[in-house]
Nanobody, 126 residues
C-alpha cells in the first residue's frame, strides 16, 4: 500500500515562498515510470495540476506557474518538496501530493493518479 503525507506550514504570508513536503511510504520515488505530482484546489474551484518530478528526477511544471514553481526531492528520505514563490491570496487552497503514471489501453495512453495524499490546507494571508 502506497501512502503519501503532506507536511508544511498551513499559513504563509503574501510574497513569501510556500514550501510543502510529501513523504512517501510503500514505494520508492525512484521507481521506474512513476510521476510524483503536486495538485491543488482553491476554494470553490476545480483541481489544478502544478507540476511533477519523475522517477528519473526530471521535472515539469504547469506553464501558468512555471516561473514561480520548483519541485525537488530527497531520495534518502523518500520525499519530494514543492516550492511556490511570491505567493498571493489566490494561492490559497488544499494542496495534494500524488503518484501518477501512464495507462495504455487499446484506445490510447493517458496519465492518471493512483494514489493521493490526504491534502493540506494552505492559507495565504497577512
Amino acid at each position: 500500500q502506497v501512502q503519501l503525507q503532506e507536511s508544511g506550514p498551513g499559513l504563509v504570508k503574501p510574497s513569501q515562498t510556500l514550501s510543502l513536503s510529501c513523504t512517501v511510504s510503500g514505494d520508492s520515488i525512484t521507481s521506474d515510470y512513476y510521476y510524483w505530482s503536486w495538485i491543488r484546489q482553491p476554494p470553490g474551484k476545480g483541481l489544478e495540476w502544478l507540476g511533477h518530478i519523475a522517477w528519473s528526477g526530471t521535472t515539469y511544471y504547469s506553464p501558468s506557474l512555471k516561473s514561480r514553481t520548483s519541485i525537488s526531492r530527497d531520495t534518502s528520505q523518500n520525499q519530494f518538496t514543492l516550492h511556490l514563490s511570491s505567493v498571493t491570496p489566490e494561492d490559497t487552497g488544499v494542496y495534494y501530493c500524488a503518484r501518477d503514471q501512464y495507462y495504455c489501453p487499446s484506445s490510447g495512453c493517458y496519465r492518471g493518479v493512483d494514489y493521493w495524499g490526504q491534502g493540506m490546507l494552505v492559507t495565504v494571508s497577512s
